[in-house]
């Protein structure tokens, strides 16, 4: 009867630790330092988007914060440290930051597409898995545009845009008034510049070529 009433002790006091250390575990795993890097992360992965994704994202974007609130970020990166700041001023409110629909995109060819919701994204997505691994890592685009660029539309018309916006609103007034007539899509015009996260600069001159600078970049 002492053994078992030993063993019963011993077993609940091994439970009694793992069950403290499990809660010091979580209470170091959340901490300041760490509001934002897991939230801009998940959001890159659900996008499939920057270093290790198959798609860029044309910043700024708008996100939701989960107070209802909206702001604008100009990468991932920002979306961290906006939601960290946002999180240590609401430490009490629970929820992620949501992308708000619609942005744009450029793909690994050069096209440039206008994304109404998360269900195009797998549509564009079909042939093209990223690999982000488990944990957050970097979170900023593999690279960005110089501007001005310039956008060969299907109907043959070119247009230049010398900013992120215009070629955002251009974008959206395309697929709203075209999409159903062309099945191609909006191409960037080359030669363009790239800018990497380190601020150096590579002209691309097609397609391929900048399908190559976002496969070295990953």
């Known amino acids: 009867m ?12 091994l439970m009694i630790v ?24 998940e959001m890159r992965k659900g996008l ?9 994202v044309i910043f700024p974007i708008d996100i939701t914060l989960p107070d209802g609130t909206s702001i604008e970020v100009s990468s991932f990166l920002d979306v961290k440290e906006q939601f960290k700041s ?16 619609p942005i744009e995109v450029i793909t690994k060819d050069g096209e440039t597409v206008s994304i109404n919701d998360r269900s195009e994204i797998k549509e564009l997505l079909k042939d093209c ?4 691994g488990d944990k957050p890592r970097n ?22 845009y010398d900013t992120r916006r215009e070629l955002k609103q251009a974008l959206r007034t395309w697929k709203r008034e075209n999409q159903i007539q062309f099945d191609a899509r909006p191409q960037l015009v080359y030669p363009l510049i790239i800018i990497f996260e ?21």
């Open 2 to 13: 002492l053994k078992n009433i030993l063993k019963v002790n011993g077993l609940m006091f």
């Open 18 to 41: 793992g069950m403290m250390t499990s809660c010091t575990k979580e209470s170091e795993d959340v901490t300041p330092e760490s509001f934002g890097a897991t939230e801009s992360f």
């Open 48 to 56: 499939n988007a920057g270093r290790g994704g198959c798609l860029e």
């Open 86 to 101: 946002w999180k240590e001023a609401n430490p009490d409110v629970d929820g992620k930051p949501q992308v708000v629909y």
């Open 129 to 132: 898995r990223g690999d982000f």
């Open 139 to 160: 979170h900023k685009p593999c690279f960005t545009l110089e501007y001005p660029i310039s956008i060969s539309f299907p109907d043959g018309t070119t247009e230049a």
């Open 198 to 218: 380190d601020e150096t600069t590579q002209t691309v001159n097609s397609a391929d070529e900048l399908a190559t600078a976002k496969e070295d970049c990953d």
